[in-house]
């Protein structure tokens, strides 16, 4: 009986850290069945429900061997870059006039900011191709572009003013006492110490771009991204090489992320490096520590 | 002021704000205009304030509006059951491995989220491990399936929308003054009454912000009720995704679409004077101004 009660104590006193153990696996395991079967062997290189037939590397080794999926990663790929450049710098600039000048206006452009990101993704799609259709206007990688520049931005812009808001101005009128230009000190220090809130946010818009599927299908035409051919195939069965892809996909962007964690630590820790003010003794006022 | 400088936030917002207007808020203009015509596929639509075809378009999908009610509220509160324990242990017990389960918190965006959903349905279904236990357990019938059903459609929807949970509700619980909860302790309340009388209350603006987040999405998605669920589990999401790209019905999509904004909008400002805050929105507001 001590035992138990003592089982039971430390149960108790871990609850937290065991519900939290649970709740990381449940968000991982769907992660881990992607990576395992796309070492499943299966009889007719499609997915199935089971590893019955042992495992295999051969999906690996010929990964790159369905045309019809290379070409849609390859055009996932290429819409993701090209999106998130163009939300990256537009979002960056926005993120800056909205934190550093008082303008009128202001409140009503947060609002279109956020909205966006409070809409549901269908919503987003259908409006969208309501106005493709009324300009007859030919879907495809165009319109896709379009699609995803859109609802990257307010996610930049998010990103990067939390960045901005903890920025020390100090640092950038010291450089303009130093005789900086006003070009000089944005190149030589707002940009540097801002890189690593607009990477994260680069990185943010790269996901979300090539993570889409609802927006793209309402607006994608004939083009055919990595999720639309995923989507595709999901009914007449997927073939491993999508987990593969998917596999190095995920390892490709956890590093990424994790060197920009890396980073951004560093750059927090450089940041820092200017000393704490002295505080300003004042007479008759209570001993603080 | 010169007038120069005053223009200079203009500037930085132009690309911004006029991609936001011209693909977002102008499609909305087009997609009422669209849920105002009236004819068919053949005789093609034309514009005659056809009133009509929001009624029509609700009346036709009561079921399908209420299930998505249903889907998306029980998953947002099972995201908020699971989310709130693990991000306070991420933010108060994890001590070195803050970081890392950070990550895996993020680690789903790393993968398509076609196929993680996919991965589900591997997990799910009728030979799944999984599955057996359910059923030795009783919680499924011994020859009861659950793929194709409500519960299926529900547990995909609270994986999948379950970091947008977390994260807001860490970035609150961090910034938790612990000193508080001491004070409250100090004052002799039991564990019990400083959770619910302080850090509850505090983490308020966490939990709004996470439920938004969580519910928006969850109630516009079709990617769950069409890969996890069966014909018997069609949210809203589906039959606008059906309406527009399978049936053309162009106008009664958009008419069901717009309705579908609307009474977001009209749920998310009621939410949040019942919550009381307008952390939501107004917090970075507050922050810079």
Do not use: C
Not at chain 1, 213 to 237: A, D, E, K, Q
Request: glycine content about 6%; charged content about 10%.
């Amino acid at each position: 009986m001590a035992s138990l009660s003592r089982a039971w104590a430390w149960l108790r006193r871990n609850a937290l850290p065991i519900y939290a153990g649970i709740a990381v696996a449940y968000m991982l395991i769907p992660i881990v069945v992607i990576a395992v079967f796309s070492f499943g062997a299966t009889p007719k290189g499609k997915l199935t429900f089971g590893l019955d037939h042992g495992f295999t590397t051969e999906y690996w080794s010929s990964a790159f061997s369905l045309s019809e999926l290379n070409e849609a990663l390859f055009t996932s790929l290429r819409l993701a870059a090209l999106a998130t450049a163009i939300s990256t710098v537009i979002g960056t600039l926005m993120a800056i006039a909205l934190v550093r000048h008082r303008f009128r206006g202001r409140r009503l452009t947060n609002l279109l900011i956020v909205i966006p990101m409070a809409t549901p993704e269908v919503v987003i799609g259908a409006a969208l191709l309501s106005m493709f259709i009324y300009y007859t206007f030919a879907l495809g990688f165009g319109t896709l572009l379009i699609a995803h520049v859109m609802f990257s931005i307010s996610f930049v812009v998010v990103v990067v003013r939390s960045r901005l808001i903890g920025f020390d101005r100090h640092l950038e009128e010291a450089a303009a006492d130093l005789g900086a230009t006003p070009l000089a000190t944005f190149r030589t220090v707002t940009l540097p110490l801002l890189a690593p809130g607009i990477l994260a946010a680069a990185l943010l818009a790269f996901s979300l771009s090539i993570d889409d599927f609802i927006i793209s299908n309402f607006n994608s035409g004939t083009t055919v991204t990595f999720p639309l051919y995923v989507y595709g195939v999901s009914l007449r069965g997927v073939p491993v090489q999508v987990n593969v892809l998917a596999t190095m996909l995920f390892a490709l962007i956890a590093i990424a992320v994790s060197l920009v964690l890396w980073q951004q630590r560093r750059a927090e820790r450089m940041a820092k490096v200017r000393p704490e003010p002295e505080p300003i003794p004042v007479p008759g006022a209570p001993v603080t520590t | 002021m010169s007038l120069k400088q005053r223009l200079v936030p203009y500037w930085l917002l132009g690309p911004g704000l006029l991609w936001l207007i011209i693909f977002f808020v102008v499609p909305m203009y087009f997609m009422g205009e669209l849920a105002l015509r009236s004819g068919s596929l053949t005789t093609g639509y034309t514009f005659d304030w056809a009133w009509s075809n929001f009624p029509d378009s609700l009346s036709g999908h009561t079921e399908q509006i209420g299930r998505s009610f249903f889907y998306a509220g029980t998953a947002t509160l099972l995201a908020l059951l699971i989310a709130y324990p693990l991000a306070y242990a991420i933010a108060f017990r994890a001590g070195r491995f803050k970081l890392l389960l950070l990550f895996a918190v993020i680690a789903p965006f790393f993968t398509t989220y076609l196929i993680r959903t996919i991965a589900w349905k591997t997990i799910l279904s009728d030979s799944s491990p999984v599955v057996s236990v359910l059923q030795t357990l009783s919680l499924v019938p011994p020859d009861g399936r659950v793929l194709a059903t409500s519960g299926a459609v529900i547990a995909g929807l609270t994986y999948n929308f379950l970091p947008f949970m977390v994260l807001p509700l860490y970035a609150n619980l961090e910034r938790l003054d612990l000193r508080l909860i001491e004070a409250a302790k100090d004052l002799y309340s039991s564990s019990r009454q400083a959770f619910l009388k302080v850090t509850l209350p505090l983490t308020m603006p966490g939990i709004v912000a996470g439920v938004l987040l969580t519910f928006i999405p969850a109630f516009g998605d079709y990617i769950n009720a069409q890969i996890l669920g069966g014909t018997q589990q069609a949210m809203v999401g589906n039959v606008i995704q059906s309406l527009y790209l399978n049936q053309r019905n162009y106008p009664e999509a958009a008419a069901l679409s717009f309705l579908m904004m609307a009474l977001i909008l009209a749920v998310v400002t009621v939410y949040i004077r019942f919550a009381g805050t307008g952390a939501f929105m107004g917090d970075e507001d507050e922050e810079t101004a």
